[in-house]
């Protein structure tokens, strides 16, 4: 009898042991399925990760840089296309010209090369067009081709996407606003939005670009401009004194820095702002050159008594840039005690809009540039030349052995 009462508790205890056992092992398993790295769980998606680029080290700027600057505009595209960089950069080296403007922040809002900033790689703003930044600047310095780097400050359609309550909203939808070709805009007085830029401007200096160029540093002006509502811009500050304000803000951040800046044409004989703020003699102490955009087909109908301003380029250039000049000028007398630095530097059209371009109307444009510079060769910082699909009229420049020595009067290259 006891040796059956021992054997019952044995068996018992037995089986206690293997449920505990069998407990015990369970939620090691149940633990362990848990944290199985085979296991689908739901997690939050990882930020977009931008493949960092093999690159040389970053270049220094040209020791001699040219005093007049002969430039044309080429895309971040076409910077990154071998076959499109060798034409600009045979171009180049065959007439005149002397420099290049690329795109590095172009409308759409993108960083267009491998760049290490933070937040842009944060926003999904980085498409790598110009996959070795430090070796184009390289390839352009060994060639003596001074390099600027383009950003488009306040149209940006990255930002707006990533950051919605500083860029420009519709008062009728709240949706963000858009301009008639449907781009999206930052609000002009976000400090925001001008560190974001100034960070994309020192990042390019101090990979060996030679000169930061700021473009759509102004408030919008394409579209339903009544139905803009700014979230940072009080709408009481005056947009000239706002931008006046991202002007020294730019400097003070960059002060050694060689920078230019892209205004309409009209802010050489216009000195009301044009709605959209930008002011010259607000805007020159704190660049190294100022760039009008003085396309003749920009001009309105009956503008200096012209019809069509696009057919007559020598005098809508003479024009504005005589009234440029005066302007400079003057501002130097005003503080003659500060001697002025900055040298102008206008964009001339080479694309057919309004009349055909041939090379007679784009030399008529350089011409009438230096023909307005020629009592003051101390504003004359050369001047740029643009065609958005960054073909060029050879037949309109000089051949590079002749380039400084002829007047622009002599016959172009045919």
């Given amino acids: ?75 971040s595209w076409s910077a990154g296309s071998e076959k499109k960089l060798k034409y600009l950069i045979d171009l180049i080296k065959e007439t005149e010209l002397n420099a290049v403007v690329i795109d590095v922040k172009d409308f759409s809002g993108y960083l267009t090369y491998n760049s290490e900033l933070e937040l842009p790689k944060k926003y999904n703003a980085v498409e790598i067009r110009i996959p070795q930044l430090n070796k184009l600047v390289k390839r352009l310095h060994d060639e003596n081709i001074y390099v600027i780097g383009r950003i488009s400050v306040f149209q940006d359609q990255r930002l707006a996407l990533a950051r919605p309550e500083i860029a420009l909203y519709s008062s009728s939808t709240g949706e963000t606003w858009k301009d008639r070709k449907g781009l999206t805009w930052m609000d002009t007085a976000s400090t925001e939005v001008w560190d974001y830029n100034i960070a994309v401007a020192k990042e390019i200096l101090s990979r060996g670009f030679d000169e930061a160029n700021f473009d759509y540093i102004r408030f919008a002006s394409d579209g339903d401009l009544n139905d803009i509502k700014h ?41 009301d702002g044009l709605g959209i703020g930008q002011h010259l003699e ?50 130097q007398a005003a503080a003659s005690t500060t001697p002025m630095t900055t040298k102008l530097r206008p964009w001339f059209q080479d694309f057919n809009l309004g009349a055909n371009y041939d090379a007679e109307k784009v030399r008529a444009q350089i011409k009438a540039w230096e023909d307005a510079v020629a009592g003051h060769p101390e504003l004359d910082g050369g001047w740029m030349l643009w065609n958005p699909s960054n073909i060029y009229t050879r037949a309109a420049l000089l051949p590079e052995n002749l380039a400084t020595i002829a007047p622009a009067s002599l016959t172009p290259n045919p």
């Fill in 1 to 75: 009898m006891r040796v059956r009462s021992v054997t019952i508790v044995l068996v018992f205890g037995l089986i206690g042991l293997g449920l505990f056992l069998f407990s015990s092992r369970s939620n090691d398993i149940l633990i362990s399925v848990s944290e199985d790295p085979g296991v689908e769980k739901k997690v939050a998606p990882a930020p977009p990760v931008v493949p960092k680029i093999s690159d040389i080290e970053p270049q220094k700027p040209l020791s001699f840089p040219p005093d007049k600057i002969k430039a044309i505009y080429a895309t």
């Fill in 231 to 271: 979230p940072i811009w009080d709408e009481k500050t005056l947009k000239t004194r706002v931008v006046k304000d991202f002007f020294e803000y730019v400097r003070f951040k960059i002060p050694d820095g060689r920078l230019s800046a892209d205004l309409f044409g009209l802010v050489t004989v216009n000195k």
């Fill in 282 to 331: 607000f805007a020159s102490p704190n660049f190294d050159a100022l760039a009008p955009m003085t396309y003749p087909s920009h001009y309105f109908p009956g503008f200096i008594g012209f019809e069509n301003p696009a057919d007559h380029p020598y005098e809508i250039i003479k024009y504005s840039m005589d009234a440029a000049v005066k302007r400079m000028v003057d501002l």
